[in-house]
């Protein structure tokens, strides 16, 4: 079964400063597709980010970029120029064809003023 | 445009009960996926709906069940509520026209207390 591991529980950045959040996954799978997911204190998760395996470009939304390495099966999100409202808990998520989207258990980013 | 609306907001059961929650998607969406969310955890998927066919199931035990209504609203059902029931549940629609892989549109969520 597919496995999504987020490794930093906690993570906090200073205002305007870059932050890497870190996502590893296993799968035996050679096309799937990769997320990261905001949920703010508010609760409504809001998708932030995706990656499709086949594409070797890098994602990227404005502040938020991806570095997707398929080899190591790592999908970590990297913040610029953090901003208050980027505080929340942050999902990677992984889902295959013919699979259910899979969770990771998700960091919580604290934003330093 | 709505997004996904969830009914109730929060609810207080106690062991043995049974339970419905209610998700209205997004208009257009024809697809909706069920999410039980354990407070320190990641969302863990219980069921997908597309057309009121059940498209996937997670791994919970058959006291979770789930229908899609022709207007593509949906309910989640359980029986013999159990303390470990306990959670957010999630509900998240998608156009449903990519076999599973949409982006998913998460509604605020139902706050499940079992005492």
């Known amino acids: 079964a597919q496995t999504v591991t987020q490794s930093q529980p906690e993570m906090s950045v200073q205002e305007a400063e870059t932050v890497t959040l870190s996502c590893t996954y296993d799968t035996s799978e050679s096309d799937y597709y990769l997320f990261w997911y905001k949920q703010p204190p508010s609760r409504q998760m809001i998708l932030v980010i995706r990656q499709e395996a086949y594409k070797q470009q890098n994602a990227t939304e404005n502040r938020f970029s991806v570095n997707f390495q398929k080899a190591a099966k790592s999908f970590s999100l990297k913040i610029s120029d953090s901003q208050l409202g980027d505080a929340a808990m942050y999902f990677c998520?992984?889902?295959?064809?013919?699979?259910?989207?899979?969770f990771g258990p998700g960091t919580r980013l604290s934003v330093l003023p | 445009d709505a997004g996904v609306t969830q009914s109730p907001t929060h609810l207080i059961k106690t062991r043995g009960q049974h339970v419905t929650l209610r998700c209205s998607p997004i208009s257009g969406h024809k697809s909706v996926s069920w999410y039980q969310q354990v407070l320190g955890q990641g969302p863990q998927f219980i069921f997908q709906y597309y057309e009121k066919e059940e498209r996937g199931r997670g791994n919970f035990p058959d006291r979770f069940s789930a229908r899609q209504f022709p207007n593509y609203s949906s309910e989640l059902n359980v029986n013999a509520l159990l303390l470990g029931d306990s959670a957010l549940y999630l509900c998240?629609?998608?156009?449903?026209?990519?076999?599973?892989?949409?982006?998913?549109?998460f509604g605020p969520g139902t706050r499940l207390l079992v005492l």
């Open positions: 998520a992984y889902w295959g064809y013919g699979q259910n989207f899979v």
């Open positions: 998240a629609s998608s156009s449903g026209t990519s076999g599973g892989l949409e982006t998913q549109y």
